[in-house]
């Protein structure tokens, strides 16, 4: 495990490198200075940073609660909130995470099955990348924008655009390609 400020400087290297979509699958329940001033920084130089929600079914680790990140929940591949996702007013939209395959290892095989935002939150930055291959006149505040858009809504919700546990709603490659000309 590293410290604050190891996080802190990858953030900042990665934004004076030219990044443009920064992925924080790491959380803690403290807020962290120097992580929050580089992601002031890394904004400042035009970066989205999509930050997991955690993974404690409570409210959301620092720095998915940042209000200059974008924080990412997790769902069921069927659309349902996942139960050990983290939530609150600050999340901004959801994606698979339970039961994905990834590259890893273990003694039967090279791939592995996993749950959790750090999945969602990947998902959600490869969207974001995607955006900017569509896009790439759009700011990084203009494309948080899109990705909230492109929530598909939560049925059973009734009216409401927001939800402490989809935020935004769920992501939609789809509904962000075709978003228009934004």
């Not at 569509?134 to 858009?149: I, P, V």
Request: net charge negative.
């Amino acid at each position: 495990t590293g410290s604050g400020s190891d996080a802190a400087s990858g953030i900042t290297w990665a934004a004076d490198s030219g990044a443009k979509i920064l992925n924080l699958s790491f959380g803690s329940e403290d807020y962290s200075s120097s992580i929050h001033d580089a992601i002031v920084y890394a904004r400042s130089k035009d970066c989205v940073v999509v930050a997991a929600a955690g993974n404690e079914g409570t409210s959301l680790s620092y720095p998915a609660r940042d209000p200059l990140a974008f924080s990412v929940g997790s769902v069921s591949l069927s659309g349902v909130h996942s139960s050990f996702s983290n939530y609150g007013g600050e999340l901004d939209l959801t994606a698979p995470g339970e039961d994905l395959i990834s590259a890893g290892h273990n003694s039967n095989s090279s791939y592995v099955q996993a749950s959790g935002t750090s999945g969602a939150a990947a998902e959600v930055s490869g969207m974001a990348a995607l955006g900017v291959i569509w896009n790439s006149s759009a700011n990084s505040g203009e494309l948080m924008q899109f990705l909230r858009e492109s929530g598909e809504k939560v049925s059973g919700l009734g009216s409401s655009t927001y939800n402490d546990y989809y935020g935004w709603g769920v992501a939609n490659y789809e509904r962000l390609q075709t978003h228009g000309e934004y």
